[in-house]
């Protein structure tokens, strides 16, 4: 069963304006991982927040992490046309296994 | 630059007719993962490698197999393409965490099967 599910799936805001995009998941996890993809691309690694972590910057990303409500938020401040993607959260599957699954995915448009 | 590269970008094969795609890396990393992606869908893992050690997915079909003759290759072969085989497939690679949970994956761009 799909262990992450997002938040909206759809997403459309005007460039300059912020997006928040929620991942939430059902079992325990060590990591919790954020990607993007363009279209018709491969995806691209964004950020990586242990569970021990609550709050993660990288430039104008933020990712938040609630372990008590299973959750987590990507927050993309001051849009760019160049941040319209599909955004996936990805979580490790069991203890011991060195692989992801990842959650459908919300497509972030950015109106100019 | 190190990274993921997959051959070819784009694969047309007809109804039944064996196809490999394949999947290199400058990484060295000893994780190396197959995805299948439809439009507008998750990835979804078919099997990964760890070192030679291979681990498939319980729901992934008979027809998807794979080979990972050395560190830096590894191949998709699908054995009879189905129409329903359409799809991107997508190849990462992670190195190994030591820990039991994987690091970010590094992904290829992916090639596009169409059947026909």
Not at chain 1, 43 to 49: D, E
Not at chain 2, 5 to 21: A, D, E, H, M, S
């Amino acid at each position: 069963s799909q262990q992450g599910e997002e938040d909206p799936q759809a997403l459309s805001i005007q460039e300059g304006e912020n997006a928040t995009m929620n991942c939430s998941y059902k079992t325990s996890i060590n990591n919790l991982q954020w990607y993007r993809q363009n279209s018709g691309r491969g995806l691209v690694h964004l950020i990586l927040i242990r569970s021990n972590e609550r709050e993660k910057h990288s430039g104008r990303l933020r990712v938040t992490l609630d372990t008590s409500k299973k959750s987590s938020s990507l927050l993309i401040t001051a849009s760019r046309a160049a941040d319209t993607a599909s955004y996936f959260c990805a979580t490790d599957a069991r203890q011991g296994a060195q692989k992801l699954v990842f959650g459908q995915g919300t497509r972030l448009t950015i109106n100019p | 630059d190190a990274m993921v590269i997959q051959n070819p970008r784009y694969q047309v094969t007809q109804f039944g007719k064996p196809v490999t795609l394949s999947c290199s890396q400058t990484l060295n990393h000893n994780v190396m993962y197959w995805y299948q992606q439809k439009s507008s869908q998750a990835p979804k893992l078919l099997f990964h490698y760890y070192d030679k050690d291979f681990n498939n997915e319980a729901d992934t079909p008979d027809n998807f197999q794979s080979r990972r003759p050395n560190t830096s290759f590894c191949f998709l072969d699908i054995r009879s393409p189905g129409l329903g085989d359409a799809a991107m497939y997508l190849c990462a690679t992670s190195r190994d965490s030591g820990q039991g949970s994987p690091y970010e994956q590094y992904f290829g761009p992916g090639t596009r099967l169409t059947v026909t």
